[in-house]
């Protein structure tokens, strides 16, 4: 069973299976390490090794989070700063949980601990077959986003015919109502927070029930808490989103 190298990144001698697709020379890394280099760069696309390949993960899988400052006067008030320090709590047990189950891994009868030039090789091996992969999903997820604006494009249209009109003559009843029930959800899902069991629960709060917020970016779609206070007014928001 193929494993984990150490982190790159820390001293702590700390099994690392994660690494980050959009970092320039990017390394293998803990769970920590990965987090706290990315509090900065929250909607970087990352990966987790799984013994066998690097699956697509996200920065929620390893407790990264969108943190909303004040924009006027203290940045981090106490309730942020209590926010920000139990969080990091929590994802510390987390941490050490995976290094855990790792580290058992390791040591398991018959197994060898995999070298960096092991990784390497095999990083190597699987570029090829990456590159082609996320090709095809780009040019799917194209496919799919097209077909959803052209149905509200649709729609818009249909608002100017007469009544009498069905919206959607052209389409039985079954498929009218599977394009409703898809537009009313917004944009499909990714595949990888599909069911996987590889994958760890999709998470919607946080521990402080802050809600969690899909954000379109240049690189696709990401998932992630937004933390925020409004201990200067509820319209206060809005601004700090604008000014961070």
Known sequence: MPLASECSHCSQGSLAVWRCHDCSLPELLCRQCMRSIHQQNPFHKIQRWTGTHFRAAELWE?????????????????????????????????????????????????????????????????????????????????????Q??????????????????????????????????????????????????????VPTRDAFQNSYVRVVHTNGLHHLAMVSCRCRGADCLPRDLVAC
């Open 62 to 146: 390893v407790g990264t989070y969108v943190l909303v400052p004040h924009h006027e006067g203290d940045p981090l008030c106490d309730v942020l700063q209590f926010q920000k320090d139990h969080l990091e709590k929590f994802e510390r047990q987390k941490d050490a949980l995976e290094q855990g189950n790792l580290l058992e891994k390791r040591l398991a009868p018959g197994t060898v601990p995999r070298t960096r030039q092991d990784v390497d090789d095999d990083e190597a091996d699987m570029d090829i077959d990456d590159a082609t992969d996320k090709q095809t999903a780009e040019v799917a997820e194209d496919q799919e986003f097209e």
């Open 148 to 201: 959803f604006l052209n149905d509200l494009r649709r729609r818009e249209e249909n608002t100017h015919a007469d009544n009498d009109e069905d919206p959607f003559d052209d389409r039985d009843e079954d498929d009218d109502e599977t394009l409703v029930a898809e537009a009313e959800g917004g944009l499909p899902v990714p595949d990888y927070l599909g069911a996987d069991m590889n994958m760890p629960d």
